[in-house]
């Protein structure tokens, strides 16, 4: 191609141009945080839940579900790839979350537009890099297989970076080129796309792995974290709490952080159950007073608020937990006598707050 020609492909615009485009609006795909076109990190240490998060993403976008409080509200195209997963195990996470799935989602939209491209399901060991050339081809060519037979994909789900690309220096910004090159080629063909990648092996700093740099093209980047075993439930599972490091919209009470729990007691009909960040502190007080380990508020507060210096504000506390119905009085009363009993502690004068 000479010179001439490459100019000839480019397409500029003036202001007066620019003001003249009659654009599209842009829909939501998760509302109110992802748009049509645009790209979320989502970053975790390991067996925090990031896949099990990703993975109810892309079944709520399937089937026009809800989930963590965010709405999905159109059917949509959906494309999982998944690079380390053995397919079994893909399959009974996937079956047991389509049930958390809120809102009146459609099972058989979901079935039908959610697409899962896993390297353990393949017929040999070759799989993405998308850190290469021929990877992303392959990709973008998958892609392509998909428009043209059943329509354009909307939503793209790689789980996750260090399982589909090979980075050799992490630290150098200059390693992720290749995947931010993709990442600004799938917005340009319109394809939604969430990234999940590991988060750093620094115990100080809450941040993903590798150079800044790939923070650049997010619109949203969010990291979820551990949570202290004591702002656990025992019969619970996955438990992570949601913080947003990156948020380019207009403010929404939907979008800060949160804590996030996968409730699987019933097998039957597991629920993704979601603390907004003001209530996170009772949540905690809730799960501990139930552990049946704590004899008194005295106890608590030193234990879990040692920086509330004041009975009035442990009992501000519990008179929240009590009104917005986490538990009420008898169940508060039964589980400190449990406890002093277990622990052989005088009773306590019969007192209200």
């Not at 047991?96 to 899962?116: A, F, H, Q, V, Y």
């Not at 159950?273 to 003001?278: F, K, N, P, R, S």
């Amino acid at each position: 191609m000479t010179t001439t020609e490459k100019k000839e492909t480019r397409k500029m615009l003036t202001f007066a141009d620019l003001k003249k485009l009659e654009l599209p609006p842009r829909k939501y795909i998760i509302a109110p945080w992802l748009k049509e076109g645009e790209s979320a990190m989502v970053y975790a240490p390991t067996g925090v839940g990031k896949s099990m998060f990703a993975m109810t993403l892309a079944l709520a976008v399937a089937g026009v579900g809800d989930v963590f409080g965010w709405s999905c509200p159109e059917p949509r195209r959906v494309l999982y790839v998944d690079g380390e997963m053995h397919i079994a195990d893909l399959q009974e996470r996937a079956v047991l979350l389509s049930k958390t799935i809120e809102g009146r989602p459609s099972s058989d939209i979901m079935e039908e537009l959610l697409k899962i491209y896993a390297r353990q399901y393949q017929g040999s060991s070759d799989f993405l890099d998308l850190a290469t050339l021929e990877g992303q081809a392959e990709l973008l060519n998958v892609l392509d297989d998909e428009d043209a037979t059943e329509g354009k994909v909307d939503l793209l789900i790689l789980d996750n970076l260090s399982t589909l690309a090979t980075i050799a220096d992490e630290n150098a910004a200059s390693s992720f080129d290749p995947i931010l090159k993709l990442l600004m080629e799938l917005k340009r063909r319109g394809v939604a796309t969430i990234l999940v990648h590991h988060a750093g092996k620094s115990k100080t700093r809450n941040d993903f792995r590798g150079s800044s740099k790939l923070a650049t093209t997010f619109e949203v980047i969010m990291g979820l974290k551990p949570m202290d075993e004591a702002d656990k439930q025992t019969a619970w599972g996955t438990g992570f709490a949601i913080q947003w490091d990156k948020y380019r919209q207009k403010p929404d009470e939907r979008v800060g952080p949160m804590d996030v729990r996968l409730n699987t007691s019933d097998p039957e009909l597991p629920r993704w159950v979601v603390t907004q960040a003001e209530d996170a502190d009772l949540m905690k007080l809730v799960v501990a007073v139930k552990s049946c380990e704590y004899p008194t508020d005295d106890a608590l507060r030193e234990k879990l608020f040692p920086n509330l210096k004041h009975k009035s504000q442990m009992s501000r506390l519990k008179q929240r937990a009590i009104e917005t119905k986490l538990i009420d009085r008898a169940h508060w009363a039964a589980c400190m006598k449990d406890a002093r009993e277990a622990f052989a502690v005088p009773p306590l004068p019969n007192k209200d707050f």
